[in-house]
């Protein structure tokens, strides 16, 4: 796709998925003018709060690898359930290291502001509630958006300058 050749593997109903159009369009949306930027005060070990996590049982049911300058990206997808809710939830690794996951629960919406309140309350931020889409970044290299885009999702990156190497390289 683009130029750029992808492998992927899976098992069951294979969903094809572009990881570097993910970022980027990660990138597009925290860039809006609406998005409300704060501050990330403490790591954000808040998520396992608002999204259920693959356990060490569970088997990614896609996994789309590709290359660039000598540098492998490996994204895994999994499929969960959150009570009634199914949850989709990309890895994102560099070499074998995680630095980001992008979450997306069905739920039309219905739990992002319990999820931004409650990140909010960890980060000590000022949450304006009638916005849907919220930045949090830290000192260090690690941001959070938590959005509505049909769905609650939240796109979590341990460091921020690995999303522009696989957009822009």
């Not at 109903?13 to 949306?29: A, G, H, Q, S, T």
């Not at 999204?51 to 990614?60: A, N, R, Y």
């Not at 949090?136 to 941001?143: A, D, L």
Request: charged letters at 25%; a negative charge.
């Amino acid at each position: 796709m683009n130029g750029t050749e992808f492998r992927y593997m899976y098992s069951g109903k294979p969903v094809f998925f572009d990881p570097l159009l993910m970022l980027r369009e990660f990138n597009n949306r925290v860039s809006e003018e609406s998005v409300q930027h704060l501050d990330l005060k403490t790591s954000i070990d808040v998520l396992n709060v608002s999204f259920v996590q693959p356990g060490e049982s569970d088997l990614p049911s896609v996994i789309c690898i590709c290359t660039k300058n000598g540098r492998e990206l490996k994204v895994s997808r999994f499929t969960l359930k959150d009570g009634i809710h199914p949850v989709s939830i990309y890895l994102f690794e560099e070499n074998g290291v995680s630095f980001g996951s992008f979450r997306r629960k069905y739920d039309y919406g219905s739990k992002l502001h319990e999820a931004g309140k409650k990140l909010a309350e960890v980060n000590q931020s000022e949450l304006d509630i009638s916005n849907e889409k919220w930045l949090w970044k830290g000192i260090s290299k690690e941001c959070l958006f938590l959005e509505k885009f049909g769905h609650t999702q939240i796109w979590h990156f341990i460091d921020s300058e690995q999303v522009d190497f696989w957009m822009y390289s």
